[in-house]
């Protein structure tokens, strides 16, 4: 059976970390997998005769003392998730199936909810090694990430700096005294000290009159915007290229069969997955979605009719109604990449990657530190502004896979709710 080895650094500051490691195994009929404490031996869960079942292994990692380097080792794995606990262990659960109940960042009465946490994603296949940063759910503990190919060349994300959760829930506080949308109410804490930053999603889930009609104002200008002589031009980058659109009757009308919008609401455009952002199934219609669910959340379809080619990041969060969560995990991350919004992804062809994604078809090792990179890499000066920092080019020739339908989180999150039991506060 195939293998592959992670090396995992602690450079937290603290003693007691732990890793898991938790996916479905390719190689064994796509089974429920998990990692055992000694980071090598594999864990293949069987259904339990109840739900909230106890794991009968211990799967926590022990990443040692400060500036420790522990090596594990995975099999292929779809779906597959590399989580961090810092001075707690993390608890999970089994439902019969067996699904895996993971933690959760939306139910306050989570085991888990006022502990300090956080994970990357990956998936490990015959093809290739595919990583990333993820802060679609929330912001906690900074983890970067560098892929090794057998040729020794490497790719970086360099994440957050290690004052990087303060930085983010600072700015959106001060986007709140700004606007009195409810930013601040997405920063979670534990006695007085802040825990993580959830998204605006999530931050729905929490309490769902947040954010309620924040983006209609937006919506119907683009509405109107493309009711008159303005054509929006979409490129799938896939087999359908460029298809245009306008509105009519209150409908934004494809010039492909069966692909039309209504106005999507705030929950929507946020989610990615809801209403008319809903994935359909019909691949070009999806990849569509993708394209102007990105472009709602960066409010760029006011200045660009052109999605996403033509567009460039500087661009990107300058309407005063704008995904600012996104704006401001962008602007706190030392290289301005990571997943903050399901369709992240999103790029013009050859344009820089935003979704903080590491990928080789020859992977050797993945690297991942937890706990930050320098803290003085950071322009504080942009992360509470309307802008977005210069992006520089992506290392070693790394492009964005542009011809993904819809998206690689979405292709992600669909194994691991195959998998998992999502606890929820609904």
């Excluded at 929330?138 to 790719?155: D, H, K, R, Y």
């Excluded at 919008?261 to 952002?277: A, H, L, Q, R």
């Excluded at 669910?293 to 567009?311: D, V």
Aim: charged content about 15%; hydrophobic content about 35%.
């Amino acid at each position: 059976m195939a293998t592959l080895n992670f090396e995992l650094k602690n450079n937290t500051g603290s003693n007691t970390v732990y890793a898991y490691i938790t996916g479905q195994a390719l190689d064994n009929n796509n089974a429920l997998f998990l990692l055992r404490s000694d980071g090598k031996t594999p864990y293949y869960p069987t259904s339990p005769s109840a739900t909230g079942t106890d794991l009968s292994e211990d799967c926590a990692i022990p990443l040692g003392a400060p500036g420790n380097t522990t090596t594990i080792t995975i099999p292929h794995l779809a779906g597959a998730r590399l989580w961090f606990a810092q001075d707690n262990k993390l608890t999970f659960y089994l439902n019969p199936g067996p699904a895996l109940v993971e933690p959760s960042v939306s139910n306050p009465a989570d085991p888990n909810y006022n502990l300090v946490w956080a994970f990357c994603e990956f998936t490990w296949n015959d093809f290739q090694l595919y990583a990333n940063l993820s802060y679609v759910d929330f912001v906690s503990m900074p983890i970067a990430m560098t892929l090794t190919n057998g040729a020794g060349a490497t790719q970086t994300v360099k994440g957050l700096p290690p004052n990087g959760l303060d930085l983010v829930c600072d700015a959106l506080k001060e986007q709140h005294s700004k606007d009195s949308a409810g930013w601040d109410q997405l920063v979670i804490q534990k006695d007085g000290v802040n825990l993580r930053a959830v998204s605006p999603n999530t931050g729905r889930t929490l309490n769902n009159s947040l954010f309620n009609d924040y983006y209609k104002s937006y919506v119907d200008e683009v509405w109107s915007h493309y009711s008159s002589n303005n054509v929006l031009t979409v490129n799938t980058q896939a087999d359908a290229g460029d298809v245009t659109a306008k509105v009519a009757s209150d409908v934004l009308s494809f010039s492909v069969p069966d692909v039309s919008y209504v106005k999507p609401s705030t929950g929507d455009i946020f989610s990615n997955s809801t209403g008319s952002f809903a994935v359909s199934g019909n691949g070009t219609k999806d990849a569509i979605t993708a394209r102007l669910a990105a472009a709602f959340n960066r409010s760029t379809l006011l200045i660009n009719g052109n999605q996403p080619n033509g567009e460039r990041v500087s661009n990107y969060y300058k309407n005063p109604v704008t995904n600012h969560y996104s704006r401001i995990c962008h602007s706190v991350n030392i290289d301005t990449r990571g997943y903050a919004f399901p369709y992240d992804d999103v790029a013009p062809n050859d344009g820089p990657d935003q979704s903080g994604s590491v990928f080789d078809g020859n992977p050797k090792l993945l690297t991942v530190t937890i706990g930050g990179g320098p803290s003085n890499s950071v322009n504080k000066s942009a992360v509470g502004a309307n802008t977005m920092p210069v992006q520089q080019p992506a290392e070693n020739g790394q492009s964005q896979e542009n011809g993904r339908k819809p998206s690689r989180f979405h292709e992600l999150r669909s194994l691991m709710d195959k998998l998992t039991h999502r606890k929820s506060s609904t």
